[in-house]
């Protein structure tokens, strides 16, 4: 059964995303003719890839939270569950790793517009890319967390591996769209709000994840309802704010409202706020029905955790999506 929920929770992100992408506008689009540069194979690999690289980040963390949070230890050290949380967090952390290779090799090719097998002539311009220094950043520090993690038997370095794993989430946030031109204000705040978002949608996302593998405990889910509730919050604060700066309403009353009817990229805003709803709705009835039955209706709790963590994962196709639309 986490099998089929695993291959749902991956199929439907990336279904999403090749969706939003195309309907969007930020789909590649061919070279015309006579002109060089990446493949089309290689301009769709990149936000698969991105794709992949978030989802084992959020895998990551989640199997930290559980380690740290909400599975018991034994006097500082990890439990048998705990233990087969950081060893998954290693696994995921060595995908994490990978894909964010390919995502470096595929951005620099993007980017500067040469074929894949042209793009070692063109190095030392590659090595100069933000978004590539970013992500080699993140590379490094995912792979030491894979070989940390690969021996980690105590609470104290599950908690160390978790600070790198959030520190690994920071670099390629600061090269996005709210990272342009950060000496203003707004660019400043709009990047502080993007890192506390993801921050907040990780810890959520990886959490209801981890408790679905690892735990039926009720502390542990009330735990997590607790955390929730607080990444639920400051997902829709610094979501609501993120849209708003990015689409021009605070130079025009009706500004967001006109980009979110008239550009792509606010149709893409707009449904991750639907989804945003959708998932306070499933929360507030976690809280109401399934929570408070949860010892004797298990399955409803369950059931309806499965649903939303594949809802999740679409909302981060959606996400990535955005984050390559115009």
């Keep these: 059964m986490r099998k089929l929920l695993a291959i749902g ?11 939003a992408l195309l309907a969007a506008g930020g789909a590649p689009k061919p070279l ?14 990149l936000p698969v890839l991105r794709f992949v690289a978030d989802l084992a980040a959020i895998a990551c963390v989640g199997a930290l939270l559980a380690a740290v949070v909400l599975l018991p230890g034994d006097g500082g050290k990890l439990g048998g569950q705990g233990l087969r949380a950081v060893q998954d967090a ?14 470096l ?19 030392e311009l590659a090595g100069g890319l933000n978004q590539v220094r970013a992500l080699a950043v993140t590379i490094v520090l995912t792979a030491i967390l894979a070989v940390v993690l690969s021996g980690c038997r105590t609470v104290a370095t599950a908690r160390v591996c978790l600070g790198l794993a959030a520190a690994a989430l920071v670099g390629p946030l600061l090269n996005g769209h709210g990272a342009i031109e950060r000496t203003t204000f707004w660019s400043v705040l709009a990047t502080g709000s993007l ?9 959520w996302i990886g959490g209801l994840g981890a408790l679905l593998r690892y735990t039926r405990d009720r502390n542990a889910v009330e ?9 639920a919050v400051c997902v829709g604060a610094t979501g609501l704010l993120t849209g708003e700066i ?7 009353g009706w500004g967001l409202i006109t980009q979110w009817v008239t550009s792509g990229y606010g149709a893409l805003v707009f449904a991750k706020a639907v989804a945003f709803t959708a998932l306070v709705v499933i929360g507030w009835w976690h809280r109401k029905a399934t929570l ?10 369950w059931r309806l955790a499965a649903g939303e963590l594949i809802l999740m994962a679409a909302t981060v196709g959606l996400a990535v999506a955005l984050s390559r639309t115009p």
Aim: proline share 5%; net charge negative.
């Design 223 to 231: 735990r997590f309802s607790a955390m929730a509730l607080i990444c």
């Design 195 to 203: 890192v506390v978002h993801v921050f907040a949608v990780t810890v």
């Design 90 to 103: 290693a696994v995921v952390a060595g995908v994490w790793a990978v894909a964010s290779l390919g995502g």
């Design 32 to 45: 015309p003719a006579g002109l060089s540069g990446a493949s089309m194979p290689v301009s769709w690999a």
């Design 9 to 19: 929770v991956v199929a439907a992100g990336i279904a999403v995303l090749v969706v």
């Design 105 to 123: 090799v595929t951005t620099a090719a993007v980017i500067l517009g040469v074929p894949l097998s042209h793009l070692g002539e063109h190095a």
């Design 292 to 301: 408070p039955a949860l010892a004797d209706r298990p399955a409803a709790f």
């Design 246 to 252: 990015h689409l021009g309403g605070r130079e025009d």
